[in-house]
Every structure is written in structure tokens, then in C-alpha cells.
């Protein structure tokens, strides 16, 4: 560290100061060293920037940071208006085969979803687990599966107007008639 002496009472000071500490005169950095120095806490700032964006890049990849899942586009609102009396043919439930199958996309939306949740949330363990921690894993898992599927179905009762046991008979009308089943999702 090199010394300088103060302009003004002539006392010597470190050349990193600005200002002297005994008359409070500013000393040492000029603009061309202001300017240097400048540069140097872009470069640190642009330095810390990579390497945070580095981190966030391994967690993502490592799977312990996710981003949030894309929510589908929202469903036209299905809900059977009051129908006049003659124009129930084709209906079950107050809705048409056509909203049915709507329901039915949903409905097996809502199974795919719950099952990608819980496999994200409890992933395989591995292969050295004990007997009685696997138990414990699969049990966790499925009651949390069961959990996020039954929260989605009653989501989905609700914006159609129908009961549970009308979600489940429309869900059995789909598989009967097979209908076509929406794309599955995955984790992997």
C-alpha cells in the first residue's frame, strides 16, 4: 500500500483514501482512476450475474428447482343454461355428447396430472431403500396422488355443475364409447 501526502495539511495518507482523515481535504482517486474503478464493479457485477445464473442453471438441471408447470388454456364454460322442455334429447347430466367429452378430456386430465404431481413430488427411491421404507414411500405417495386427484375432480364437478357420481358416469360413458383420450403429460 503506498502513501501520498494530503495537499492540503501534508500529512501522509493512504493513496485508496478520498478523502484525508485529519482536514477532511478530498485526495487520492481522480476521474481517470474514478473511472477505472467503475469499470472494475461492472466487471464484479457482471461476474456475480454468472454465477448466480450458473446456479440456478445446476439446480434447474439437477432437478431441484422447477419451473411452473404451463396451465392449460382456460375451458369454455360448459354449464348447461336453463334447457327448455323438448330440447333434452341427446343430453345426459344437462349437457350434450359433445360437452360430455369435454368433461371426459378433464376428467382423465385431472388422473394425468395427479399422477405426474405425485411422481415429482416422490420420485423412486433408490435401489439400497429398505422394505419398510419403500412401504412408507409408495403409502406417502399414493395418499398425496389420491389427494391432488380428488382436489382436480372436484375442480372440475364444480365449474360443470355435476355431482361426483355424475363426473364418475361420465367418466365410465368415455371409457365405453372410447373416447379419445387427451395427450398424456410426463416428468421425464
Known amino acids: 500500500m503506498a502513501f501520498i501526502k494530503c495537499p492540503k495539511c501534508k500529512r501522509p495518507i493512504s493513496e485508496q483514501l478520498r478523502r484525508c482523515p485529519g482536514c477532511g481535504s478530498p485526495v487520492g482517486k481522480g476521474p481517470i482512476d474514478a473511472a477505472r474503478s467503475n ?11 454468472i454465477a ?59 388422473e394425468d396430472h395427479a399422477q405426474v404431481a405425485a411422481d415429482y413430488r416422490y420420485p423412486p427411491l433408490d435401489t439400497g431403500a429398505s422394505d419398510e421404507r419403500w412401504q412408507m414411500h409408495s403409502e406417502m405417495r399414493e395418499h398425496f396422488r389420491k389427494q391432488v386427484d380428488d382436489e382436480d375432480k372436484n375442480a372440475i ?9 355424475d363426473l ?6 368415455g371409457t365405453e364409447k372410447s373416447w379419445p383420450r ?5 416428468i421425464r
Do not use: C, M, W
Not at 39 to 49: L, P
Not at 157 to 165: I, P, Q, T, V
Not at 168 to 173: D, G, S
Open 39 to 49: 469499470g472494475r464493479s461492472t466487471k464484479v457485477a457482471a461476474i456475480v450475474a
Open 52 to 110: 448466480v445464473a450458473g446456479g440456478l442453471f445446476a439446480l434447474y438441471s439437477s432437478g431441484r428447482l422447477s419451473l411452473p408447470a404451463a396451465t392449460p388454456a382456460p375451458r369454455p364454460d360448459l354449464r348447461p343454461t336453463a334447457p327448455a322442455p323438448a330440447d333434452n334429447a341427446g343430453k345426459r347430466f344437462g349437457l350434450t355428447e359433445d360437452q360430455r367429452r369435454h368433461v371426459y378430456e378433464d376428467f382423465v386430465r385431472a
Open 157 to 165: 364437478a364444480k365449474r360443470y355443475g355435476l355431482s361426483g357420481a
Open 168 to 173: 364418475r358416469a361420465i367418466a365410465a360413458e
Open 182 to 186: 387427451p395427450g398424456r403429460q410426463s
